[in-house]
């Protein structure tokens, strides 16, 4: 009886696996596939720049970090069990796109922070619009800032409104504690009284001043730049925000080539010891008002 049952037994467990396994090669060769597909489109869209990151890999690390990641989820000709490719294929789905970004920056900036040439404008404006979805440009109508790479530095907050102090500043308790110590700007911005919350949270202050053709057509230059949208980029780790022109600065003995509030800063991690860093930051082709103000993702 006991042989009876155990064959039985024998026979039920190799038919589910028979069963089964149509499903399970259905899956893994399907995976298979789409990995495939995944690495081609990868390569081909990154190939200047991976060859470049793996020639310098000792200074970008960051930039190779998730290569490796992507080689990992290479499929084997083995593949042990279907229960490992969801987790797989949501660690493929997760790849950090911001890497990518990085590297393609890396293969066109200069080493030192310096005013751009035009063909790595050109080249870095092309990056950042098919990176981030809208259209970047380093010219618009006809105007254009003294440059487009440079030191980003800490400023202050703005005043919104007339009466608006530290007390008044902060929608929440998490955002005071962890802003309150930049403290407010003894005086107002560029254009008076910020007033809108989402643009004092995200401002930028650029020399407006060092435009060329800015003294001879003050007026509509300054009307030009009056809150007019930004991408700011941290071209080092690939964190990007739409910011406002808020106010005009710094001044040149500082050292720095623009400001950013201190939300801006903590959202790009310029917020080390020194509150400062290298940022490219350009014009937003945004005729119809479509870019909302705050951090962007990479497409």
Known sequence: MKFLRDRMRHIFFKKTLSEARPHYEYLKNKWTEKHRVL????????QQSLHWAFKNLPARQIAVGSLSGLMLLTPSPSLPSPNLITPAYSIAENIQKSSFLVSDLANVLPQEVRSLTLSEETEITRILSRDLGFKVTAELNEKRLNRNYGIIGAEQHLARYPGDTMATHFDNLEESRQFYSSGMAPGLGAWGYIGDTL??????AVPTFLSENFNERF???RDFFKYRKMVVVNPQNGKAIVSVIGDAGPAAFTGKHLGGSPEAMAYLEREDGARKGPVLYFFIDDPNNTVPLGPISVK
Do not use: A, C, V
């Open 199 to 204: 643009k004092e949270k995200y401002y930028i």
């Open 219 to 221: 007026s509509e230059y």
């Open 39 to 46: 690495k081609s489109t990868f390569w081909n869209k990154h």
